[in-house]
């Protein structure tokens, strides 16, 4: 593996030029003052609440997620670039869910092979021939991204279903306002803060043509004990909107009302972060108490908008994310500007020997995988655990995909010996509403903490930063 892009000091001038500010903080600053905020910041953090739990830990407990106090900072013009490619790919994203519930052109067309689609979990056949609200299926993606060098981005990720983080990247900026006021002085940082006035307005933009001139907006929580539940509640709060569990609503004639002190009140559009799996006992899981029974049948009948939509997993799968520049060829007639990792696809015999036999250079990933579970990353293991993991792919090809070990660029970060390189990946929220695309300039940097570690996931030890786009 190559040396890692330093986004601070890879120039053959020296410091990179949006860094050049934040340089000379950094070497002002005694390292006894960088620790004393970062525990201010801790504090701030626990004080508000804004934890996560991980399922499966044996302890149970709520977790914090370590937060670094150095900025990752990209310039206007990357950022610019960033934004074209991060439209791009989430129109052709909409345009493919549209098109396999619907005529299946691109299946016709070979594309992508059908199998990869019509047999997919995630894969909802209750959705086929069913028209959202404005064509659109993807209202909110959360776009994971790596860079490799100065030009180069990679999408690591589509998550196409309910993206989480969100509320992680406004309160980082929060935190970070409030500490080092002078450093939004010195560089003009372009704002995140209106995310949230974004995300309403593209909520109300996909409500049912029934619905009134100012819809009504509700967000769908499974309940205290999820693990993102700090998020729902932040962002009804930040939204204005009110926080529901399926029991709070009821469906009658098709139409989803809302449960209140002053009776039924109709419901037009729910931002739902339950799962696909769980939100009508009637259509899907009918054990499900997170849903509300009834509720596809309203949305069928287009009497209730959904975001995202249903079935929005198809897009999100690693095997058919290795399409993605074939299929935004295919409905945008146009060469994709944001570049995919390499993906070898296991289930193909050729890429299969391939990767078995270069395993110990590979990262190999679940499909359905995510949150860095299921994956091996052949530089990093042993060889016994290399061994095992080759079996499963013998046994289980079709469930496995294999990417080259990207040298994933680093960021100053504070750990406990100074200032270190550390290596991170960024997640731009991209809003899809019916009048329009809207991007907050940055979104949520995540950072893998431990020395020479590749996993930014904070259910596997990493961390998040601030991240500003500066006007320069």
Not at 9 to 26: E, M, V
Not at 99 to 126: H, K, M, T, W
Not at 408 to 433: C, M, N, Q, Y
Request: net charge negative.
């Amino acid at each position: 593996m190559t040396m890692p892009f330093d986004e601070m000091h890879s120039d053959p001038a020296g410091i990179r030029s949006p860094y050049r500010d934040i340089q000379s903080w950094l070497e002002s600053a005694p390292l006894e003052m960088l620790a004393r905020k970062r525990h201010e910041a801790e504090l701030f953090f626990r004080r508000i609440g804004i934890t996560f739990a991980v399922y499966g830990d044996k302890e149970g407990s709520e977790r914090l997620i370590p937060f670094d106090i150095v900025p990752r900072i990209l310039s206007r013009q990357e950022w610019q670039r960033l934004s074209r490619g991060l439209e791009q790919r989430v129109k052709a994203l909409n345009a493919f869910i549209k098109d396999v519930y619907g005529a299946r052109d691109c299946l016709n067309a070979g594309i992508i092979p059908a199998e990869l689609v019509l047999q997919n979990p995630s894969f909802r056949p209750e959705m086929t021939r069913i028209r959202t609200a404005h064509d659109i299926y993807v209202m909110i993606a959360g776009i994971d991204i790596v860079r490799v060098d100065a030009e180069t981005f990679y999408v690591l990720e589509d998550n196409a279903r309910t993206p989480s983080g969100v509320s992680y990247m406004l309160e980082n900026r929060e935190v970070m306002l409030r500490m080092f006021p002078e450093l939004f002085q010195n560089n003009r940082v372009l704002p995140v803060e209106n995310y949230t006035d974004d995300l309403l307005a593209t909520l109300k933009s996909i409500a049912p043509r029934s619905a009134t001139a100012d819809p009504n907006v509700v967000l769908l929580t499974p309940g205290v004990y999820n693990s993102a539940y700090y998020e729902h509640s932040f962002l009804a709060d930040k939204l204005g909107i009110e926080l529901v569990e399926g029991s709070d609503l009821i469906v009658n004639g098709d139409i989803v009302y809302m449960r209140t002190t002053e009776g039924l009140k109709r419901v037009d559009v729910i931002y739902r972060r339950v799962d696909d799996e769980f939100l009508d006992p009637l259509a899907f899981n009918p054990h499900s108490m997170l849903g509300v029974a009834g509720l596809m049948g309203a949305y069928k009948a287009g009497n209730v908008s959904l975001t995202n939509a249903v079935g929005t997993g198809v897009a999100d799968d690693k095997a058919v994310y290795s399409y993605m520049p074939e299929i935004i060829r295919f409905y945008l007639g146009e060469e994709a500007i944001l570049k995919n990792v390499p993906t070898w696809r296991c289930r193909e015999p050729d890429a299969l020997a391939y990767v078995l036999e270069h395993i110990s250079e590979l990262v190999v990933k679940e499909v359905h995988g995510s949150g860095g579970y299921g994956m091996l990353v052949g530089p990093k293991a042993d060889k016994a655990t290399r061994e095992a993991f080759a079996e499963k792919l013998r046994a289980n090809p079709e469930n496995y995909i294999a990417q080259p070990t990207l040298a994933l660029s680093t960021v100053p970060t504070l750990v406990d010996e100074g200032i270190a390189p550390r290596h991170v990946d960024l997640r731009p929220f991209v809003l899809s509403g019916a009048d329009k695309i809207r991007i907050v300039p940055g979104g949520l940097t995540r950072v893998a903490l431990r020395e020479g570690s590749l996993v930014v996931n904070s259910s596997q030890g990493g961390g998040t930063k601030d991240t500003w786009v500066v006007d320069q």
